[in-house]
């Protein structure tokens, strides 16, 4: 299996532009998670899905982020406008969980996203 | 809520030596797993090993193992014959295998020292 794919993998845009960052899980697992990760904040969960259903979005900072999960094999995050401080990098992580029962998390290997 | 703490930024060891991570967790969840997670330089997040709370007996994976104890919600990774490419950061973290959610620590840099 090919892990978990995120691109793109260096994304680096001006303040106010629109960013979309892409990932697709391992092939037959049915939860998808987001996180952010920052020097001062560490490693935050933005939002999770199960079964492309959004569970959990209280991590989104603000109305410029959204996530869609269209189907089980593809997702996206999106910031719109981006603002400087949304630099960081972004990670993707997807797990296979049975009757409600998760497990651990299989990381992708990030999207570095700058803003300036 | 739950709760992870790493209180070791940064550890070093000599290179064959053993070295041990400390991390304290807090949960009122009966059902978690436990992890550590490598994170090198490239910086992708490798899974090192995992505990299930429910399993008394200490997880061991080659030269990684932990010293669970869950009384004392304490989670420890002892790293035996260090190797350079253990240099890395180690992240330990709390999954709540009935909501889904993980929560990580701020993470402990280990340098491995020839």
């Known amino acids: 299996d090919a892990g978990v794919i995120q691109s793109p993998r260096h994304e680096v845009t001006e303040m106010g532009q629109e960013v979309t960052l892409r990932c697709k899980p391992i092939s037959g697992h049915n939860s998808l998670f987001w996180y952010r990760q920052t020097m001062m904040r560490g490693l935050e969960l933005l939002i999770y899905f199960n079964n492309n259903v959004p569970i959990d979005d209280s991590g989104m900072p603000e109305d410029r982020f959204s996530a869609k999960m269209p189907n089980a094999s593809f997702s996206t995050l999106k910031i719109q406008p981006s603002e400087p401080r949304d630099s960081a990098v972004y990670f993707c992580?997807?797990?296979?969980?049975?009757?409600?029962?998760?497990?651990?998390?299989?990381f992708g290997p990030g999207t570095r996203l700058t803003v300036l | 809520a739950q709760t992870v703490t790493q209180s070791q930024p940064e550890m070093s060891v000599q290179e064959a030596e053993t070295v041990t991570l400390s991390c304290t967790y807090d949960?009122?969840?009966?059902?978690?797993?436990l992890f550590w997670y490598k994170q090198p330089p490239s910086r992708q997040m490798i899974l090192v090993i995992r505990q299930e709370a429910y399993k008394q007996q200490n997880a061991t994976e080659n030269r990684f193992s932990v010293n669970f104890q869950k009384a004392a919600k304490s989670f420890s990774l002892k790293i035996s014959d260090s190797q350079l490419g253990d240099a890395a950061m180690y992240f330990c973290?709390?999954?709540?295998?009935?909501?889904?959610?993980?929560?990580f620590g701020d993470g402990t840099t280990l340098t491995v020292k020839p």
């Open positions: 992580a997807s797990s296979h969980d049975l009757q409600g029962q998760y497990n651990e998390q299989f």
């Open positions: 949960t009122s969840e009966s059902d978690y797993y």
């Open positions: 973290a709390c999954l709540n295998t009935n909501a889904g959610k993980s929560t």
